[in-house]
């Protein structure tokens, strides 16, 4: 079997946003059958909070939707741009900081903004940092990372012929 695609979602503290984009992409791609064919991760731009579980309003917002998230709070390493074909950021402080470490790594790595497969995304492609913001900026959030994840599953699929 080909090696897996790997997806990693980026944002700067890995406790809110990317690991709520890990759990709902890695739950779109068990619906469909496709586990075995995919690495997904996540991570953020600083080790503020390594080590740490998901944020305690990042969890419940995911289980509302059946999602339990295991992850454990990382910062990207140059290793990530080897392991991971498609690099995914929240926003634009992150693709800043992402690129910057690609250039001297990967310089070929691709990063995408999370919203650039979010339909409903206009011209404001930014995933909002809903940390210091309250529950309902969870829900939003939500709402933006689940339909840019089903646009990029497509847009997956349709590289990789899946
Ligand atoms: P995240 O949210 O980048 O979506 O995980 C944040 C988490 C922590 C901080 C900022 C944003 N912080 O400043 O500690």
Do not use: W
Request: hydrophobic share 35%.
């Amino acid at each position: 079997m080909s090696d897996p695609i790997g997806v990693l979602f980026v944002c700067l503290g890995n406790i809110c946003r990317s690991p709520l984009a890990e759990g709902v992409f890695r739950e779109l791609v068990r619906q469909e059958g496709m586990s075995e064919r995919f690495d997904i991760d996540s991570a953020g731009t600083t080790d503020y909070h390594a080590g740490e579980s998901p944020d305690a309003r990042t969890v419940e917002v995911a289980q509302r939707r059946g999602l339990r998230l295991t992850h454990e709070a990382r910062r990207i390493t140059a290793g990530d741009f080897g392991r991971f074909e498609y690099i995914v950021v929240m926003d634009t402080n992150n693709l800043a900081k992402v690129q910057r470490l690609a250039e001297r790594v990967h310089p070929d790595a691709e990063v995408h903004l999370l919203r650039s497969f979010d339909p409903a995304a206009g011209k404001d492609l930014e995933v909002p940092d809903p940390y210091f913001g309250g529950p309902r900026g969870f829900e939003d959030v939500h709402d933006m990372i689940e339909r840019a994840c089903r646009g990029l599953l497509d847009h997956i699929r349709s590289e990789h012929a899946l």
